[in-house]
């Protein structure tokens, strides 16, 4: 079975220093990670997904994530955040066998980027 | 990507009501997915919507509380039948890793 965990509830951070959101993964075979961020009294915006190439991924407004196979890990990062990056973050694995669209996701990590 | 549209988008309804949600995709797409968010945690998949065929629903959800259609390659609708405050979550729509805005269902 797949599954993500992000460890973390919420992450506090200055505006301007780096942001990471962690996420580590349990899944058979190669793994399809995605990470959406979630604005209050709105749907689910995709940001990246990881499916293979460079361990890097870079996604939209500004955010990339790494792909690390030995450490089962796909965090997302932003090099310098913004008050408005504060928002509910999801790690997400792709259910193998489906097609697009069926899911597992992580528990959701609060940002709260503070001016 | 797709644009993926709901309606409603928020509602209140009485406890042992239903509530049709639709689904509104400007692409014709094979499967569609009804994902369910309570207060304060992560989404959950109900059911995976066919065109053609019944819905496939995952553990713990099942057709009498949940129906699905799924008339053409571009809509689908979920029913929350006899509803209850348990109920209350945010319901959306997902195609090919996208998602509509939901609908922010609230049971008294």
Redesign the interface.
């Known amino acids: 079975a797949q599954s993500v965990a992000q460890p973390e509830d919420q992450v506090n951070v200055a505006e301007g220093n780096p942001l990471t959101v962690k996420c580590t993964y349990s899944v058979s075979g190669n793994p399809y990670l995605f990470w959406y961020v979630q604005y209050p009294n709105r749907g689910l915006q995709f940001l990246l997904k990881y499916i293979t190439g460079d361990n890097l991924v870079k996604g939209s407004y500004g955010f990339e994530a790494e792909f690390n196979k030995s450490q089962t890990s796909f965090h997302l990062k932003r090099p310098s955040a913004l008050v408005s990056d504060s928002a509910l973050y999801f790690c997400a694995v792709r259910v193998r066998g489906d097609s697009w669209g069926k899911f597992q996701f992580g528990a959701g990590t609060q940002v709260v980027v503070t001016p | 990507?797709a644009v993926i549209s709901q309606k409603p988008s928020r509602d209140i309804c009485q406890r042992g009501t239903s509530l049709t949600i639709q689904c509104q995709v400007d692409s014709q797409v094979?499967?569609?997915?009804w994902y369910r968010q309570q207060p304060g945690?992560?989404?959950?998949?109900i059911a995976?919507a066919n065109q053609g065929s019944e819905a496939t629903y995952e553990s713990g959800f099942v057709i009498d509380k949940f129906p699905i259609s799924r008339p053409n390659l571009t809509f689908s609708t979920l029913t929350v039948s006899n509803m209850s405050p348990e109920d209350s979550s945010i319901y959306?729509c997902?195609?090919?890793?996208?998602?509509?805005?939901?609908t922010?269902l609230t049971v008294l």
């Not at chain 2, 094979?30 to 997915?33: H, K, N, P, Q, R």
């Not at chain 2, 945690?41 to 998949?45: A, I, M, N, R």
């Open positions: 990507s094979t499967m569609m997915f945690q992560s989404l959950t998949l995976t959306l997902s195609v090919e890793g996208f998602f509509g805005p939901g922010r």
